[in-house]
């Protein structure tokens, strides 16, 4: 079984995945990079040395050969390519795609409403609806943007993101967290609006009025807010509190998690996924996260694994970071079930084979979704029901 992911380019987030189905399927599997790595991503810390890996080809460089791949593999799975008339060669001829794809609405379901936008995701989606056409839905608000437009009904299956996963002993993640003189915080990502930094230094301040201990806040990125968030500590007093580490690359960003007690995740419903959320449930962190982000409903067990707040609320985020500030153990109990959560079920081994194994099904002709995580089926849920939803499922 040959098997072909096309993609603007390849990054750490997606060669877990990908090096997992080359172990699988040796030479069988190819990797299509139509663009080169934007100079903003890597001046990020991102690294473009993915290019170099056996099994991935560049559109730009080897135009012949991935057109080939795309026609003629047994299985395609299209990510967001910028080539959509190589994928609708294919969906065109009957052959077997996935489509990975996050929200199309991120703004407002209002926007379905669009005659010509309505027209535009009938031609690249809803006319293969009877077609040996799948959604691998990267968030959880993804089926109901897809459901709204009467998209692959039946067939829209959980997926994601899947950075590195660590492993570690009980040993090794005990002395991680161990720390007697107070509590460490982290924060990761681009300082931009829909990102919330602002709501870490607020934190800083309320924390500093009342709270009895020793806590600090870490903050690794940079972006168009530095210069107002730097600003605010001095404003605020906490700069003493706040340690600003400017843009670290995926490894340092994870020692970082790994040295750190809880992760706060603020992004907006603007957030297609959020891989720092797998991140730092798998370095064992006290998560709490804004459940308007696509990762959080797929991912967080709110009181088991995580805690969700709804709507963005930096009233609900902060008192579920008390919380777990003033309840070690609970807090623990949660990192430990984020880490289970992530080397049990949301990683790029479980997801290659996950995914490999359905697709030989679907080549022959039987639609097998997995029981739950990657591949499991997809539910669609109304924006305004989600966070309702994920409360029914919690402790």
């Known amino acids: 079984m040959t098997v072909t992911f096309i993609s603007n380019y390849i990054n750490h987030h997606q060669i877990p995945f990908s090096d997992a189905c080359s172990r699988l399927l040796g030479e ?5 990079q139509t663009q080169p790595m934007e100079k903003e991503r890597l001046e990020m810390g991102w690294s473009s040395q993915g290019e170099g ?3 991935v080809h560049c559109l730009y460089q080897e135009e012949e050969k991935c057109r080939r791949l795309v ?27 996935l489509r990975v794809s996050e929200r199309l609405y991120r703004e407002g379901q209002w926007r379905a409403v669009s005659p ?36 692959y009904p039946g067939k829209m299956l959980k997926w994601g993101y899947f950075p590195e996963m660590r492993q570690y002993t009980p040993g090794q993640l005990k002395e991680m967290k161990k720390k007697e003189d107070g509590v460490d915080i982290a924060w990761a990502g681009r300082f931009i609006p829909l990102k919330h930094p602002e709501y870490m230094l607020r934190l800083a301040k309320s924390l500093k009025s009342n ?11 940079s972006g168009v807010m530095e210069q107002e968030l730097k600003a605010l500590a001095q ?30 995740f603020t992004s907006n419903h603007l957030e297609g996924w959020g891989a720092v959320v797998n991140e730092a449930m798998n370095s064992a962190c006290g998560v709490v996260a804004n459940g308007q982000a696509g990762a959080v409903p797929y991912l967080v ?19 579920m970071v008390r919380f777990l500030m003033a309840n070690p153990q609970e807090r623990d109990r949660m990192g430990q079930q984020a880490y289970r959560t992530i080397t049990g079920c949301w990683n790029a081994q479980r997801a290659a084979k996950a995914l490999l194994g359905m697709a030989q099904g679907m080549l ?19 924006p305004g029901k989600m966070y309702g939803r994920m409360l029914e499922h919690s402790l």
Request: charged share 25%; glycine share 10%.
């Open 116 to 151: 010509r936008g309505l027209y535009h995701k009938y031609l690249e989606h809803t006319r293969y609806r009877n077609s040996p056409a799948y959604l691998l839905c990267a968030g959880a608000y993804v089926p109901s943007d897809f459901h709204l437009i009467r998209a």
């Open 235 to 264: 404003s605020y007093q906490v700069a003493d509190e706040v340690v600003f580490y400017g843009y670290q690359t995926p490894g340092q960003v994870r020692e970082l998690m790994e040295r750190c007690h809880i992760f706060v």
């Open 28 to 32: 069988e599997y190819h990797f299509i």
């Open 211 to 221: 709270w009895q201990g020793r806590f600090r806040i870490h903050m690794a990125g």
């Open 364 to 382: 022959a002709g039987e639609f097998a979704p997995a029981a739950e995580g990657p591949c499991s089926l997809a539910e669609p849920i109304a």
């Open 71 to 97: 026609r003629e593999s047994d299985v395609l799975l299209a990510g967001w390519s910028g080539r959509e008339d190589l994928v609708q060669g294919r969906l065109n001829e009957g052959k077997l795609t």
């Open 53 to 55: 890996l056996a099994y």
């Open 301 to 319: 067990r709110h009181g088991e694994n995580g805690m969700a707040y709804p709507q963005g609320s930096y009233e609900k985020m902060e008192e």
